[in-house]
């Protein structure tokens, strides 16, 4: 249940694959490879922390230096991912995480697939408790945050990955750079589904649901260098602000979500294309190997279709299309499973509610067509929910609700309390760190 596509740890050149054949063949890969079917069992997910190098700063959590790679990869040791030591073997931790790292040098875990959230939560924990001692062992605290509020974005992985990313979101605004660098999400995924109907009713829950949970769990409303304005998940406006035809698909409208996403994949403008060299057709660009550059506006269609044989010289093949699957981010993105993106990190060992509420919410299909009439009235308000939150009369009254049915089905007596209270404290206006919401409308 691990992301397998979103951290390509090697820098090198695309491998050899055979060239799409058209159009059709593409959408179909896309489809089997982003759906996986199969009964659904199965819960992950992946915790990210900001991270800082020495003692805590009384301006702030977060008002210190960032670590240096080098003092991270001596940290992590045998489990430093290939991002930062390109010699390491990347162990998974003991309760089987692997540990990545985010372009701000934000650390993240991502867990191993689990039959139980109560197993994931419990496993999960034990990695994290292991990997704030390594990293303590260099003086590097991880910061339970999800957004830095002290300091500017800077890029600290100096992948080439990164730096078209960089580049590519640099000409829409600032909110590239400070969604790489500066913020922290809970992620959670679970099973696509075992045919198409499951998949399109799960699909559709984990969209209708998302303004409830986002607001639910917002808690970053101050993210140092954003622009002006008031939003209780200043996270979250990073990604709706970032580049709308990677990141805001109009997926509550799909009745065939694996048809759909397939398409819209490939109608998605390229965000980077890998070379061995640095070179476009032939010509070294700046001497060096890192140049993965797009041409702009140019989606992987374009690409397929021929239209790119002039500025990449060369068609795509398999490699490049799952290459290209990992830079697109929607709020739930297909992965063979589906990862839901939507959630801020959350204060210390609270991140285990996200989890449960989840798992909870997706556990039969009566409880999915439950949840998702529950959450209607919230279809499609992302921007509300994470500029008001909880300070929404609607939203909020919605998203404790949406938390006490979870409560009420949830797989273990402890999960249930921690909803329960996760409700309550929705209901008092207040977020995950105990602060009262903006004034209610």
Known sequence: MAVTLEHPESTGSAPASEELSSRAAAEAYVGGVCFKLGPP???GAELEWLTAQGECSASGPTAAPRPRLAAL????????????????????????????????????????????????CERLSEDAGLLTELLGSRSIRVI???????????????????RAMEQCFGGIGPFGKLMMCNTAATQVSVDAGADAAQVAARWTATHVIGPALLA?????????????????????????RLDNARARPPAEDWSDPIASYARWALDVPLL??????????????NGSGDNWSAPPCATFADWLGGALDDEIGRRPGLADLDYHLTTLFPPVRASGHLEIRYIDAQPEDVWAVPVH?????????????????????????????ARQGLADSQIREIAADILTLAAAHAATPAAATQLETA???????????????????
Not at 221 to 230: E, I, K, N, Q
């Open 41 to 43: 069992t199965l819960i």
């Open 73 to 120: 990869a001596a940290a992590l040791g045998p489990y430093a991912p290939r991002s930062i030591a390109p010699d390491s073997p990347a162990l998974p931790l003991p309760g089987g995480s692997r540990v990545t790292m985010e372009p701000g040098g934000q650390i993240e875990l991502s867990s191993a697939p689990f039959a139980t959230a109560a197993e994931l």
């Open 144 to 162: 339970s945050a999800s957004a830095d509020a002290d300091r500017h974005p800077e890029r600290v992985l100096r992948l080439p990955r990164y």
């Open 216 to 240: 639910a769990f917002a808690c970053s409303p101050v993210l140092r260098g954003a622009p002006a304005g008031a939003w209780a998940s200043q996270r979250m406006r990073t990604w709706l």
């Open 272 to 285: 980077c294309v890998r070379r061995p060299d640095g070179s476009a057709n032939g010509s070294v660009a």
């Open 357 to 385: 509420a989840v798992d909870a919410l997706l556990s039969s299909p009566e409880i999915v067509a439950e949840a998702t009439a529950l959450a209607a009235p919230l279809t499609g308000r992302w921007l509300d929910a």
């Open 423 to 441: 409700a309550r404290r929705c209901r008092a206006s207040l977020t995950p760190s105990g602060e009262r919401a903006g004034a209610s409308s």
